[in-house]
Nanobody, 116 residues
């Protein structure tokens, strides 16, 4: 069973930075892909950034140039560095892991609130 635990969320002023972490209970090297998604109140969950097993990254247009996804295989961690935060980045951020079999696992989420 895969468990994902996010951390690093909090309250930050606009223009500030946060780094989210996602700790996996399994070896993430074997994952097909991992990613960060977010859900703001009253909105659907949306993709923020993904990284494939080969290291290819993909970002939502709204975060390109501000957010960076990365991973640490040794410590089984996925990161999301968020810079130049805006009020519209306020959401619950979720970590995901897609297995080679195509099954998706999700963390419980971490709240990010950006004050303007």
């Amino acid at each position: 069973q895969v468990q994902l635990v996010e951390s690093g969320g909090g309250l930050v002023q606009a223009g500030g930075s946060l780094r989210l972490s996602c700790a996996a209970s399994v070896n993430i090297f074997s994952a097909n892909a991992m990613g960060w998604y977010r859900q703001a109140p009253g909105k659907q969950r949306e993709l923020v950034a993904t990284i494939t097993s080969g290291g290819s990254t993909n970002y939502a247009d709204s975060v390109k140039g501000r957010f960076t996804i990365s991973r640490n295989f040794v410590n089984k961690l996925l990161y999301l560095q968020m810079n130049s935060l805006k009020a519209e980045d306020t959401a619950v951020y979720y970590c995901s892991l897609t297995t080679r079999g195509g099954y998706d696992y999700w963390g419980q989420g971490t709240q990010v609130t950006v004050s303007s």
